[in-house]
């Protein structure tokens, strides 16, 4: 049996999002900046999508921006803030710990600019509290910028309390969205957020296209330029096949959120309580303020990469955290971040599933995951330690 479990780092495309870009790779295909006629009816079509998009997070049409993704739109939102900031003298930025890093190593260039940045706890269960964040905020704090939900341990952040402190204080709010948008029912008006990002391939769109929300009288900076596209703030000729894509995509899985959240919970909770039967095992995360779809958990005594080669063979795709830090071979920052030290943090596993899985799947991987974690501890010169009592158990 063949699984996908890896929908965190990317979801397959749906048929309804495939479907919509084949006339706009066949028949609409000119460049929507042109004045002749095809130009023109591209246009129209990339300004219905935008439309579309727009009513679907609760926002105007003329406050999306396109981009080729989620750290593009991370990096124009955080950078717009501070640029803001900077003329006001207020260099002073609020994040998280366990940001992705489109966002943190944004916020580590503005550091070496002169901006200070605090970083908030996000405690156990990957969590930051309103409080902390309304704490947190000084006269020249210019941005609080903090994910909606965590793309390794899936938490889900207090969005709408932290967006209303922020308006409270008068400070711009802005928060990746990246692993929410499709997922979770999001209205950026009544949730006082004032920027956004989302992209596309996590909720069955296509790859290298996204967006950010904008509040209407938010000056963007241009991170891209050579061009008077997305009104002046996003220069390059838009990939429109790929944004009507988006829109389809999204408006297809909204359309369906409710059942489908209630079959991923489902499958998410029946795989969380098989794991848990797994000596010295810990799920990472809130064990209910977590997306539907997502799994994180730790195996004490083992290194997380042998364990996914292990599942590969078993043809079973998974990950141990970030598809973008995959390569490194450092422990993720996120679990280190909710207090777990360096040896448990190494042994990690992130299944994420989408409404395509099947119940099927779940008891293949209870099947054969716990059989990968005993012949990997029983080949662990550090488990043998473990079990003999000369080290001690952390999980």
């Given at each position: ?45 990339l300004e219905k999508a935008r439309e579309e998009i727009a009513a679907c997070i609760g926002a ?227 064990r209910t303020k977590r997306l539907p779809g997502n799994v994180n958990f730790c195996f004490e ?95």
């Amino acid at each position: 049996m063949n699984v996908y479990f890896d929908n965190a780092a990317t979801t397959k495309m749906s048929q309804v999002a495939l479907d919509a870009m084949i006339p706009c790779l066949e028949t609409v295909y000119a460049n929507a900046s042109s004045l002749h006629t095809p130009g023109q009816k591209s246009k129209e079509v990339l300004e219905k999508a935008r439309e579309e998009i727009a009513a679907c997070i609760g926002a105007q049409p003329n406050e999306i921006y396109f981009t080729s993704g989620g750290s593009e739109a991370d990096n124009q939102a955080i950078v717009s803030a501070a640029k803001w900031g900077a003329r006001r003298n207020k260099k002073h930025i609020i994040s998280t710990t366990f940001e992705h890093h489109a966002v943190l190593h944004t916020l580590q260039k503005l550091e070496k600019e002169g901006y200070e940045v605090t970083y908030l706890d996000v405690h156990e269960n990957g969590i930051v509290q309103p409080e902390e964040v309304a704490a947190a905020i000084r006269p020249d704090t210019c941005l609080v910028t903090i994910m909606y939900a965590n793309n390794e341990i899936g938490s889900i952040q207090p969005i709408a309390e932290i967006g209303a402190v922020c308006k409270e204080k008068g400070v711009y709010f802005h928060t990746d969205a990246v692993q929410a948008v499709g997922h979770l029912s999001i209205n950026v008006k009544e949730q006082n957020i004032d920027m956004m990002s989302a992209s596309a391939h996590k909720f069955h769109g296509p790859k290298g296209v996204g967006f950010l929300y904008a509040r209407k009288g938010i000056l963007l900076s241009n991170i891209i330029e050579g061009g008077a596209q997305e009104r002046g703030k996003r220069a390059g000729t838009e990939n429109i096949p790929a944004i009507v894509g988006m829109a389809a995509a999204l408006k297809n899985v909204l359309a369906h959120q409710e059942e489908n959240a209630a079959k991923m919970t489902a499958l998410r909770d029946r795989l969380i309580d098989g794991l848990l039967t797994i000596p010295h095992s810990k799920l990472n995360g809130d064990r209910t303020k977590r997306l539907p779809g997502n799994v994180n958990f730790c195996f004490e005594g083992i290194e997380g990469e042998s364990l996914l080669l292990m599942l590969d063979m078993k043809g079973i795709a998974a990950s141990s955290g970030s598809a973008c830090t995959s390569g490194s071979l450092d422990p993720s920052h996120v679990l280190l971040a909710i207090g777990l030290p360096h040896e448990v943090a190494h042994g990690s596993l992130r299944l994420s599933l989408s409404e395509y899985n099947t119940q099927e799947e779940v008891d293949y991987v209870l099947e054969e995951l716990p059989k990968i974690v005993t012949y990997l501890r029983n080949m662990s010169p550090v488990w043998d330690e473990l079990e003999k009592g000369e080290k001690k158990h952390v999980i």
